[in-house]
């Protein structure tokens, strides 16, 4: 009888405890207004995304790295099926008309960091409001940084799998690496072999936190080497930019400014030099992530020129931007361009362009890293405690299209090869990521070329209530955004479905490790050691 009692209490209870934990987890209704009003589905809440198996859009430019041509391209259930001109469909299909437009892959973030926890505080855009404003401005996938959960590779990742619960599109995971031990080194086999995870980043900067010394990264670059991932660095100076902070506070000098005159270009040149000595010693491949000034861009280049492979990424605030912002009277309007390493000045930018424009940086990603205006006063009185990053996920694919396409510097396969189809070659996900091809992914844009465009912190999807592109007019502007198959950007409105995304696993030895093996077999037999040597005794 008590068990049954027991028994008759838990049916009862059990339903009213599942809708109370489901009433706790979903958003607020002033979030749910919020997100409703800009167009972002809740599931039942709001608007969900298009719900049609079946697309075919007709008579657009279709656009690949290294190909266009006038074509029809063809959707089921998440997949390009076919690319060629006039296909016929029945009445069951969805059909968008692209003509006189381009369709091209949706773009790749190789950058961000969204429900980041940093100083003291945790980046506004979570895994839904920030991959939202992806979508909204034509980008379909990224890839986020785990941060150890004290030197955990584990901890850390099951951290952002909880995190990336809300996920609205796909997204991949690089993994930083913070120290260095026995079951680091055996938690990166975890993280490569079972986990989908191919890259490491090491931090140069950002001493008594996250910055590792020389002996750690030469281990780290070994690791990586021997598992197929790429090895990834944030470089400037730690030790200098420590150094350069004590200076400035000397000086009195402790507004937003003193961050950039804290740590100048050439400790950013003299990190990459050295990250890139190093991997090429270890001869292993590199990869330099948020490339800001000319220093840097130089390094990269020769080592290029010289044969080694590194790559370059410049973000969308270094190619466009420059410092003077930092030098605002308004502290918030200054502190919203505070990030590492800096914006640079005038004539940084240019360069920067001009090297993408020459291939000598690959891809373009954002560091997408938002606090709004109340996070950012934490530093009002200090510039080192101004949450370091800013906003791009959603601007990036607008800004580059005006700034690159617009002006003549790149062609529009270029562009995609910039915003999408390298990165995923670099990540070993081509061509099912990058490609509007047959078999790949339904990640796909619609841009009018004729289109224009505004940006604003008024009108954008992320949380944050600034903006460092505010105001930014240009040409070109995406209309449709396809994510998974579903029409999720369309007429100006957003309907996403928390949920919905997918993580992506990459596999290692992406096409940077062809030639490996063969380096090191010639490298080993240039020695001409060890010398054979007759002892004699006397």
Not at 276 to 285: C, D, E, K, W
Not at 522 to 527: G, N, R
């Amino acid at each position: 009888m008590r068990l049954s009692m027991d028994s008759g209490l838990h049916q009862l209870l059990f339903p009213l405890l599942s809708l109370l934990l489901l009433l706790f987890a979903l958003p607020s209704t002033s979030e749910l207004g919020q997100f409703c009003n800009s167009g972002i589905g809740y599931g039942d809440f709001a608007c969900e995304a298009s719900s049609s198996s079946k697309l075919l859009i007709k008579g657009g430019t279709v656009v690949n790295a290294h190909h266009m041509e006038i074509a029809d391209v063809y959707v089921k259930d998440g997949i390009i099926v076919a690319v060629s001109p006039n296909i016929k469909v029945g009445d069951d299909v969805t059909v968008l008309d692209a003509s006189g437009k381009f369709v091209m892959p949706g773009g790749i973030d190789p950058h961000t960091h969204l429900a980041m926890e940093f100083m003291g505080t945790e980046t506004i855009d979570d895994f839904f409001s920030g991959q939202a404003a992806a979508l909204a401005g034509g980008t379909t996938m990224h890839i986020d940084f785990v941060i150890p959960v004290n030197g955990s590779l584990t901890a850390g990742l099951e951290a952002y799998e909880k995190k990336s619960g809300k996920s609205c599109m796909d997204y991949g995971f690089h993994m930083a690496i913070t120290k260095w031990d026995e079951i680091v080194s055996q938690e990166m086999e975890i993280m490569v072999q079972e986990k989908g995870i191919n890259s490491f980043k090491f931090f140069l900067a950002y001493k008594g936190s996250l910055m590792i010394n020389d002996e750690l990264l030469l281990q780290g670059f070994k690791k990586c080497k021997s598992l197929g991932a790429l090895a990834m660095v944030h470089a400037e100076n730690g030790d200098a930019v420590y150094e350069g902070q004590k200076r400035m506070k000397e000086l009195g000098i402790t507004g937003p400014e003193g961050h950039s005159l804290s740590r100048p270009p050439v400790l950013e040149g003299e990190a990459t030099a050295r990250a890139i000595r190093l991997a090429a010693f270890v001869n292993t491949p590199l990869y330099v992530v948020h490339v800001m000034s000319i220093d840097a861009m130089e390094e990269i280049s020769k080592a290029r020129k010289s044969g080694l492979k590194v790559i370059g990424e410049p973000v969308v605030s270094g190619l466009v931007l420059n410092e003077s912002w930092l030098w605002d009277p308004d502290f918030i309007t200054a502190a919203k361009y505070v990030m590492s390493p800096p914006i640079r000045a005038a004539g940084h930018d240019r360069a920067l362009q001009a090297a993408l424009s020459m291939g000598i940086l690959q891809l373009v990603g954002t560091d997408h890293c938002t606090f709004n205006s109340t996070q950012k006063a934490l530093g009002i009185d200090d510039f080192q405690k101004i949450p370091n990053g800013v906003n791009g996920i959603e601007e990036r694919m607008h800004v580059l299209w005006d700034t690159m396409v617009e002006s003549g510097q790149i062609s529009v396969t270029d562009y995609v090869r910039l915003t999408s189809a390298e990165c995923a070659r670099i990540f070993n996900i081509y061509p099912r990521k990058g490609a509007i091809r047959a078999g790949s992914d339904a990640d796909i844009i619609i841009l009018n070329p004729n289109s224009s465009f505004e940006i604003s912190a008024k009108s954008h999807h992320s949380k944050s209530d600034t903006n460092v592109y505010e105001g930014w007019r240009g040409k070109g502007k995406v209309e449709v955004t396809i994510s998974g198959g579903r029409v999720v950007w369309q007429n100006d409105e957003l309907k996403v479905v928390p949920g919905s995304g997918k993580y992506i696993e990459m596999p290692p030895f992406s096409y940077l490790f062809n030639g490996i093996e063969k380096a090191d077999a010639k490298y080993l037999s240039s020695l001409k050691a060890p010398v054979k040597r007759l002892r004699t005794t006397t």
